[in-house]
Nanobody, 118 residues
């Protein structure tokens, strides 16, 4: 059983920063792709960023240059550093581990709320 536990959300003013953390257990963390998604009220869940076992990253265009995904394999933790936050970044942010083999299970964290408002 894989468990993902997120933390670090909160209220921040526009232009501010937050760092989200996701601790994974019950999986071989170092070989997994890890991703961050977000979902705002009334909108579809959106892929924000992903990182593979070798450290290669991908980002949604809307967050390029502002967000950074990273991982610490010794702590089984993936991070999302969010800088220059905008009100449109307001959403529930979810940690995700996709299947490691075709037909395998995808796992989600419980979500952490990020609110960007003055």
């Amino acid at each position: 059983q894989v468990q993902l536990v997120e933390s670090g959300g909160g209220l921040v003013q526009p232009g501010g920063s937050l760092r989200l953390s996701c601790v994974a257990s019950g999986s071989i963390f170092s070989i997994n792709i890890m991703s961050w998604y977000r979902q705002a009220p009334g909108k579809q869940r959106e892929l924000v960023a992903s990182i593979n076992s070798g450290g290669s990253t991908n980002y949604a265009h809307s967050v390029l240059g502002r967000f950074t995904i990273s991982r610490d394999n010794t702590k089984n933790t993936v991070y999302l550093q969010m800088n220059s936050l905008k009100p449109e970044d307001t959403a529930v942010y979810y940690c995700n581990r996709p299947p490691i083999v075709p037909g395998g299970n995808s796992y989600w964290g419980q979500g952490t709320q990020v609110t960007v408002s003055s």
